[in-house]
């Protein structure tokens, strides 16, 4: 394989950059790192690859003491590796690594960082992520969570919340006599994402 990435970036003024990107990349395949009761379940996945499409804009304002980015971006998988499951004729259905054929994700992010005063730093970003497996793993890795065969196609990919946001201030004071002390607090946040292929549709059971 060969990776490339090929940008064009746009000067609107010294303050306004547009720029657009796209690029391919990969993941090199790999075997499980699982506890596996037979041997099916430590077969080895194939490479991942990505082609992402981006494009946004980094704006400053007030003599830089305001900076605004942002961008939308488009990432279209092939063999993306998850952590699935597999049905072990005696455990049930025991986690292993497996390929989602293809796969997508879409996105926007934004950040907004402000410098008020000498010193203090504040910064707040948030991104929405839309994921979508548009072709589910065939059999034996076609299994959920409760070890039943199960069509993943339509469901988001793990691990992908659609909302995750973060918020942080900093303050830094410069002492004559030299060093510079700083305080500074981060808050984040992000709604429920599943951590497994189809977790979401199925109905939680008792005592779970």
Not at 2 to 16: E, F, I
Not at 106 to 113: D, V
Not at 147 to 167: H, M, R, S
Request: hydrophobic share 35%; glycine share 10%; with cysteine.
């Amino acid at each position: 394989n060969v990776s490339w990435r090929v940008g064009l970036d746009y000067k609107v003024t010294t303050d306004m950059l547009l720029y657009a990107n796209v690029s391919r990349g990969y993941k090199a395949g790999s075997f499980p790192t699982l506890a596996a009761a037979s041997f099916v379940a430590l077969e080895p996945v194939s490479q991942e690859s990505v082609t992402a499409y981006e494009a946004g804009f980094k704006a400053s304002f007030a003599d830089r003491m305001i900076q605004f980015n942002g961008a939308g971006f488009y990432y279209d998988y092939k063999d993306k590796q998850v952590r699935g499951r597999l049905l072990d004729p005696v455990f049930g259905g025991l986690e292993t690594l497996v390929n989602i054929p293809k796969s997508r994700i879409w996105g926007l992010e934004g950040e907004l960082t402000l410098r008020p005063v000498q010193g203090l730093t504040i910064s707040g970003a948030v991104t929405y992520l839309n994921s979508k497996i548009k072709e589910s793993p065939a059999a034996p890795y076609n299994y959920n969570v409760l070890g039943q065969p199960d069509n993943f196609a339509g469901d988001p990919l793990p691990f992908t919340p659609k909302w995750n946001g973060t918020v942080n201030v900093d303050y830094r004071h410069e002492l004559s006599g030299g060093g510079t002390p700083f305080i500074g607090v981060t808050v984040t946040a992000r709604t429920k994402s599943d951590s497994q292929p189809g977790s979401s549709r199925l109905a939680y059971l008792d005592g779970c």
